[in-house]
């Protein structure tokens, strides 16, 4: 995740760590001030190492920016895999600067 400070968006990404070259459907979303994950701010599909950006200016929250941040991955069965912050009810994480 990556924070322009002039522009007051953030950039997210994801990386593999498994399955590297192999394609294998990923997700990443970043949420911030339209409040929803679309094509703007939101990519899916098949890749074999990373996916991304995804860009969304921020909102404030008690004088912060801030952002809520998602990424997915499936392995090749088709189990899916949250990224290690994700609160598990919704699968983002609330980063703030």
Known sequence: MEYNPYTRSF???A?????????????????????TA??????SGPSLYA???SRERAWEHEGQDCV??????SDPEGNQ???QSANAAIGYTRLCV
């Open 51 to 53: 996916l991304g950006p």
């Open 68 to 73: 809520l941040f998602g990424a997915r991955i």
């Open 81 to 83: 895999y949250f990224h």
């Open 11 to 13: 950039c997210g990404f």
């Open 15 to 35: 990386v593999k760590s498994r399955w590297v070259g192999v394609a294998t459907d990923m997700h990443v979303a970043t949420v911030g001030a339209s409040g």
């Open 38 to 43: 679309d094509k703007g701010n939101s990519l």
